[in-house]
């Protein structure tokens, strides 16, 4: 019976059975584990059914159903993410909501996009581009990923650092509840009138509700762009520029600072000559006002001992700012690998910095650990560090080789808590960090627990996910 109202409310040929028809792909994301289970064949969590509404009527109704018998659901855009946000632990149905993938409205004079959730990242930004606008988040996964993927994990995109991120960007959201209501936030973010309810719902990862419209701010495409590459004498003459550049309020567009190491390992192997410590710079806009910028960011990154590599470079590194995470330069199974990217204030970067590499470098030293860091989203008070570690030759048993990721993971995870920064700035927790969740809020946790069983008091939303158990 449970599957023939699914079928009434969305189509028949819109509820999919997972293992009759082969579609084990869809219970998984990027997350490590995921790929691990499949290629050594071990069992994985599969959902009951592939559910593909076409409409918020019938979001609805499908939450309604899954309500009264108390049915996991676990909302899917392009499964992009890396933390085990869409994996479907508990089996229930996985929301594929990639079918609306609709513009709905360009206002172009307030320059405001309506759009549903499940259209593709590149896509939207080629339809906006074809108008004069951009979306200016950008973020690496902008094939695969869309537009509610974006909100969901509060993600960065590469121009961050003077658009903000897309939390920055979203200005109100539709969303239907656990038991199929239908609410819409105040139709913008900035006002009086109580707290703002938007923001709980961008972040939260599936695990309050179903993300079915979404509000963004545009931008227009810059008259033009011009770039630099700067060489540094080291990571802490980096940071130490780029703490200039930001306390000065002058905003690049893209501000990335890259350590030996993934200068190796993303700009060498793009087909870039450079060794060393390189800082990629982007302004955008009239060019009588990006150039004056320009000259004030390089004359500061001089200051600090850098030397000015030109435009090309810079330019060659947007062009190919994609290839670092696609085949064959993106990591994949069988390394053992993980991005455990944090922010923090600029009192704290350099210290996070080093503790981290230290800690991967000699204690996993046996495994030949390598560890690598850019840093990439820059704000006022503090940047954010895009750093990874690496294990060629992880063990060949499943459960070793997960125990080891999931060690250096926590280890990692406190390092930056001590530090003072955050389990993560832009990828999201999903179930790989929600059991450190409790340890970084402490008990304000409770706080977010409590909101979370009264917005689900049957706990269906992405159970096990930002650390939400199951009741």
Same mark, same amino acid.
């Given at each position: 019976?449970?599957?023939?109202?699914?079928?009434?409310?969305?189509?028949?040929?819109?509820?999919?059975?997972?293992?009759?028809?082969?579609?084990?792909?869809?219970?998984?994301?990027?997350?490590?584990?995921?790929?691990?289970?499949?290629?050594?064949?071990?069992?994985?969590?599969?959902? *009951?059914?592939?559910?593909?509404?076409?409409?918020?009527?019938?979001?609805?109704?499908?939450?309604?159903?899954?309500?009264?018998?108390?049915?996991?659901?676990?909302?899917?855009?392009?499964?992009?993410?890396?933390?085990?946000?869409?994996?479907?632990?508990?089996?229930?149905?996985?929301?594929?909501?990639?079918?609306?993938?609709?513009?709905?409205?360009?206002?172009?004079?307030?320059?405001?996009?309506?759009?549903?959730?499940?259209?593709?990242?590149?896509?939207?930004?080629?339809?906006?581009?074809?108008?004069?606008?951009?979306?200016?988040?950008?973020?690496?996964?902008?094939?695969?990923?869309?537009?509610?993927?974006?909100?969901?994990?509060?993600?960065?995109?590469?121009?961050?650092?003077?658009?903000?991120?897309?939390?920055?960007?979203?200005?109100?959201?539709?969303?239907?509840?656990?038991?199929?209501?239908?609410?819409?936030?105040?139709?913008?973010?900035?006002?009086?009138?109580?707290?703002?309810?938007?923001?709980?719902?961008?972040?939260?990862?599936?695990?309050?509700?179903?993300?079915?419209?979404?509000?963004?701010?545009?931008?227009?495409?810059?008259?033009?762009?011009?770039?630099?590459?700067?060489?540094?004498?080291?990571?802490?003459?980096?940071?130490?520029?780029?703490?200039?550049?930001?306390?000065?309020?002058?905003?690049?567009?893209?501000?990335?600072?890259?350590?030996?190491?993934?200068?190796?390992?993303?700009?060498?192997?793009?087909?870039?000559?450079?060794?060393?410590?390189?800082?990629?710079?982007?302004?955008?806009?009239?060019?009588?006002?990006?150039?004056?910028?320009?000259?004030?960011?390089?004359?500061?990154?001089?200051?600090?001992?850098?030397?000015?590599?030109?435009?090309?470079?810079?330019?060659?590194?947007?062009?190919?700012?994609?290839?670092?995470?696609?085949?064959?330069?993106?990591?994949?199974?069988?390394?053992?690998?993980?991005?455990?990217?944090?922010?923090?204030?600029?009192?704290?970067?350099?210290?996070?910095?080093?503790?981290?590499?230290?800690?991967?470098?000699?204690?996993?030293?046996?495994?030949?650990?390598?560890?690598?860091?850019?840093?990439?989203?820059?704000?006022?008070?503090?940047?954010?560090? *895009?750093?990874?570690?690496?294990?060629?030759?992880?063990?060949?048993?499943?459960?070793?080789?997960?125990?080891?990721?999931?060690?250096?993971?926590?280890?990692?995870?406190?390092?930056?808590?001590?530090?003072?920064?955050?389990?993560?700035?832009?990828?999201?927790?999903?179930?790989?960090?929600?059991?450190?969740?409790?340890?970084?809020?402490?008990?304000?946790?409770?706080?977010?627990?409590?909101?979370?069983?009264?917005?689900?008091?049957?706990?269906?939303?992405?159970?096990?996910?930002?650390?939400?158990?199951?009741?």
């Amino acid at each position: 019976m449970f599957r023939s109202e699914l079928e009434d409310a969305v189509g028949v040929e819109n509820v999919i059975s997972v293992k009759q028809q082969q579609q084990e792909e869809q219970s998984i994301d990027h997350y490590w584990l995921t790929f691990m289970w499949k290629e050594k064949k071990q069992d994985m969590p599969l959902p *009951y059914f592939i559910v593909r509404p076409l409409t918020t009527e019938q979001v609805s109704k499908v939450m309604r159903i899954c309500y009264t018998y108390k049915v996991p659901v676990v909302p899917r855009g392009g499964g992009s993410g890396t933390q085990g946000g869409a994996a479907t632990l508990y089996g229930g149905i996985l929301l594929d909501l990639t079918r609306m993938d609709r513009i709905l409205q360009i206002d172009e004079q307030s320059l405001i996009l309506t759009a549903q959730p499940g259209i593709n990242g590149r896509v939207l930004e080629n339809e906006l581009n074809a108008k004069g606008y951009m979306l200016a988040h950008y973020p690496s996964s902008v094939d695969i990923s869309t537009l509610g993927g974006y909100l969901a994990a509060r993600g960065s995109g590469v121009m961050s650092t003077k658009y903000g991120k897309a939390e920055d960007m979203v200005l109100s959201l539709e969303v239907v509840l656990p038991d199929g209501k239908i609410i819409e936030t105040l139709p913008t973010p900035n006002h009086a009138c109580g707290p703002g309810l938007l923001q709980l719902f961008v972040g939260s990862e599936g695990t309050l509700g179903v993300i079915t419209k979404v509000s963004m701010r545009l931008d227009p495409l810059p008259e033009t762009r011009l770039f630099r590459m700067m060489k540094f004498p080291s990571v802490q003459d980096g940071l130490k520029a780029g703490r200039e550049i930001m306390v000065k309020r002058l905003n690049p567009t893209v501000m990335r600072l890259y350590d030996p190491g993934s200068t190796r390992r993303s700009l060498k192997d793009t087909g870039m000559n450079v060794e060393g410590v390189h800082m990629v710079l982007m302004f955008d806009g009239y060019r009588e006002i990006a150039e004056p910028l320009r000259d004030k960011v390089v004359a500061i990154c001089k200051s600090h001992g850098a030397i000015d590599l030109g435009e090309e470079p810079g330019l060659y590194w947007w062009e190919h700012r994609y290839d670092f995470y696609k085949p064959p330069l993106q990591p994949a199974y069988p390394l053992l690998y993980g991005t455990v990217e944090t922010v923090t204030t600029y009192a704290n970067i350099q210290k996070l910095y080093e503790e981290k590499k230290k800690l991967v470098e000699e204690k996993y030293k046996e495994w030949n650990a390598q560890y690598m860091a850019h840093f990439s989203h820059w704000y006022p008070w503090g940047t954010m560090i *895009y750093d990874r570690f690496y294990i060629d030759r992880p063990p060949a048993d499943p459960q070793e080789a997960f125990r080891l990721h999931n060690q250096i993971w926590a280890e990692c995870s406190r390092v930056n808590m001590a530090n003072g920064a955050l389990l993560n700035e832009h990828h999201g927790i999903g179930f790989k960090l929600g059991w450190l969740m409790r340890e970084q809020y402490g008990d304000t946790f409770d706080v977010l627990l409590d909101i979370k069983k009264l917005i689900d008091p049957k706990g269906i939303m992405n159970p096990g996910k930002l650390g939400f158990g199951i009741w």
